[in-house]
């Protein structure tokens, strides 16, 4: 499961790297764009949201790996 998560951040950053890059050369070039600027606060907001997602999966999954260790644990002894 880990390996297919890492894959598809890997293309969501890729996928985000591009889009940005995109979007920062339209911004060059049409630096007072009112569309292009709500564009670019928009786009921030939504790989903040997903970044913190990724966070919060990241933590649960500790969470439960630490959890299942100790469950473990207690049925060894």
Sequence with gaps: ????????D???YAAS???N?????WMRSKPK??????LSDNIIKIE??????QQNDR???EIISEYRYK???????
């Design 33 to 38: 764009n009112k569309e292009l600027k709500l």
């Design 17 to 19: 790297i591009s889009t």
């Design 10 to 12: 890997l293309e969501y």
């Design 21 to 25: 890059n995109i979007l920062l050369k």
């Design 1 to 8: 499961m880990q390996k297919l998560q890492n894959l598809k």
């Design 48 to 53: 903040f949201y997903v970044n913190q997602l």
């Design 71 to 77: 469950l473990n644990k207690l049925k060894l002894k």
């Design 59 to 61: 933590l649960n999954q």
